[in-house]
């Protein structure tokens, strides 16, 4: 079955840096494109980046880019998301997605098929 595993985090202080790792399996992840998205406690979900299916462009969230880089590494069949000069306001349970194969919108949630479970990412002021 499609399954995606998050991992990577934990607490950090502001100005610090985290890499998470998205483990695929069921499914080739360089054939779709996938997602991150980041649920701060009470709040909706929120994007931060997609890596579109061929693996030439990647769109961050104007809240991350500059600081947030994802990538593919596709003999592992994983996706990552490296964050660095991390803020408060990052805190949040980090998901990874897959999208649809259908459609051009990569920052919508209703856009994502098959989420992993989350981690969590707690950054200190």
């Known amino acids: 079955q499609v399954q995606l595993v998050e991992s990577g985090g934990g607490l950090v202080q502001a100005g610090g840096s985290l890499r998470l790792a998205c483990a695929a399996s069921?499914?080739?992840?360089?054939?779709?494109?996938m997602g991150w998205f980041r649920q701060a406690p009470g709040k909706e979900h929120e994007w931060v980046a997609t890596l579109d299916r061929s693996g030439r462009r990647t769109y961050y969230a104007s809240s991350v880019k500059g600081r947030f880089t994802a990538s593919r590494d596709d003999a592992n069949n994983a996706v990552y998301l490296q964050m660095n000069n991390l803020k408060p306001e990052d805190t949040a349970v980090y998901y990874c997605?897959?999208?649809?194969?259908?459609?051009?919108?990569?920052?919508?949630?209703?856009?994502?098929?098959?989420w992993g479970q989350g981690t969590r990412v707690t950054v200190s002021s």
């Open positions: 069921g499914f080739d992840a360089s054939a779709w494109a």
């Open positions: 997605a897959r999208k649809f194969n259908t459609g051009t919108d990569y920052g919508d949630t209703t856009a994502f098929g098959s």
